[in-house]
């Protein structure tokens, strides 16, 4: 096996296991009242899928891994709040 498929292969083993803590982590901190749960491979790909939506690549070979992850994770968050906010204000109508 060619070495750099062997260091993507295992930067993508890291993203993922990284996606798959952050995923856990944010479940438990989103409802600490009830028990922690594992992990789906579906919950985790669908949060992959809507990091990719705001602009995230998994598969770029990127220096500034922890940073671009954490990015967008915010913009998911702001993503998130402003529909929120969005359906506030339409039900307040």
């Given amino acids: 096996m060619k070495l750099?498929?062997?260091?993507?292969?295992?930067?993508?083993?890291a993203?993922?296991?990284?996606l798959l803590a952050a995923t856990a982590q944010s479940a438990v901190?989103?409802?600490d009242s009830?028990?922690?749960t594992q992990v789906t491979r579906a919950q985790v790909?669908?949060?992959?899928?809507?990091?990719?939506?705001?602009?995230?690549?998994?598969a770029a070979n990127d220096?500034?891994?922890?940073?671009?992850?954490?990015?967008?994770?915010q913009r998911l968050a702001d993503r998130k709040a402003q529909r929120q906010?969005?359906?506030l204000a339409q039900n307040s109508q």
């Fill in 4 to 13: 750099n498929t062997m260091i993507k292969a295992a930067s993508t083993l």
């Fill in 15 to 18: 993203l993922c296991a990284g």
């Fill in 29 to 31: 901190a989103a409802d």
């Fill in 34 to 36: 009830q028990p922690s």
């Fill in 45 to 58: 790909r669908h949060h992959l899928a809507a990091l990719e939506s705001v602009g995230y690549d998994w």
């Fill in 63 to 73: 220096n500034y891994y922890p940073q671009n992850l954490q990015a967008a994770e």
């Fill in 85 to 87: 906010a969005g359906a």
